[in-house]
């Protein structure tokens, strides 16, 4: 008997009908083969064959032969990654990995185990599908996708890659998209900020210089990349700018320490071109996360007038 198989060739009978395999005679001690060759068409399969003779048998018992085996089972598992909220990564900001793990079959996958590598970033918990990482998941059926969330934080400025890779107990015949990753640079995080003030006093006449200070500094809580300084005015125009590190408007501070002691300092000279509201805007334009970009503009201001002269005075008839 055949379970689970479908028979498509016999050989070593003398006359095959049916199932049935008749061989003419087996002389004594003698060995004669019987050859079947069976398609599988389920996953549990069993084959016995049985033999009977013309003549009286005194052991029966071993006319009968069984053999069970289980067919070996595919399932084609995947899995997709995303990463919550996308970049900018600052240095241990919360974050989220969203994982699908999907199976196109044809078969129930088993025992589907997610795995992980983590660089440069910290994992806090699964969910209710995988408390626990790693993760297996007892079953997916074919055509079926489960989502599971993790969360964590990122590290310390740098690269970080955080990769999972699923596995199950049947043959995957596809397992180029069992590996998923997320890649990504942790960004420096620094607060730059900015303070502006007038260091001439008012009144503000036309055509004369005023100097303004100006400071910018790092609240952290990293020190910063690179700083880009803009000057911006209104009804002014900037003659000089000094500090430690610039001497013109095109300025760049290639780092600041955290702290206002170790801030950057200016002094800006400009004259003034025309009555009415004046301003000079110190803008800092960091290469790293700002954490609070609210600050990192500062603006002084005043009004201008024209100053009195001669003519002025006489021509309201105090001559």
């Known amino acids: 008997a055949l ?17 049935v395999c008749r061989l003419n ?21 069993r084959s016995q064959p049985s033999a009977a003779g ?6 029966p018992a071993n006319n009968v032969e069984s053999l069970r085996f289980t067919a070996a089972t595919k399932s084609d598992v995947s899995v997709r990654m995303r990463m919550q909220p996308t970049a900018p990564y600052f240095p241990f900001l919360p974050v989220s990995w969203v994982i699908e793990v999907t199976n196109a079959g044809p078969d129930p996958a088993t025992n589907v185990r997610i795995d992980q590598l983590m ?18 998941i007892p079953v997916i059926n074919a055509g079926t996708t489960v989502t599971t969330t993790w969360s964590g934080e990122t590290g310390w400025p740098g690269p970080f890659l955080h990769r999972v890779n699923v596995s199950a107990d049947q043959t995957d015949p596809n397992p180029a998209n069992n590996v998923a990753e997320n890649t990504g640079t ?8 900015v303070d502006t003030w007038k260091i001439t006093p008012a009144p503000h006449f036309v055509g004369n210089t005023i100097v303004f200070g100006a400071q910018v500094f790092n609240d952290g809580p990293n020190i910063s990349g690179p700083i880009e300084v803009r000057f911006e005015t209104q009804r002014i125009e900037i003659l000089g700018v000094q500090s ?20 950057e300092t200016f002094t ?10 004046f301003f000079l805007r110190v803008r800092a334009i960091s290469s790293s996360y700002d954490v609070v970009p609210g600050n990192s503009a500062s603006t002084s201001s005043g009004t201008a007038v024209v100053h009195a002269n001669a003519d002025s005075i006489f021509s309201n008839g105090f001559e």
């Open 119 to 136: 660089l440069n970033a910290s994992l806090f918990d699964g969910d209710t599908l995988c408390p626990l990482i790693p993760c297996v």
């Open 3 to 19: 379970i689970g198989l479908g028979t498509y060739s016999v050989t070593g009978c003398n006359q095959f009908s049916a199932g």
């Open 244 to 263: 430690p590190s610039c001497a013109t408007t095109q300025c760049v501070l290639q780092s600041l320490e955290v702290g206002e002691e170790n801030g």
């Open 268 to 277: 800006v000279t400009a004259r003034i071109l025309e009555p009415g509201a």
């Open 25 to 45: 005679s087996i002389g004594v001690g003698v060995t004669r083969t019987v050859i079947a060759s069976a398609t599988i068409t389920a996953s549990a399969a």
């Open 54 to 59: 013309a003549q009286h048998d005194p052991v």
């Open 186 to 193: 942790v960004l420096p995080a620094s607060d730059p900020v």
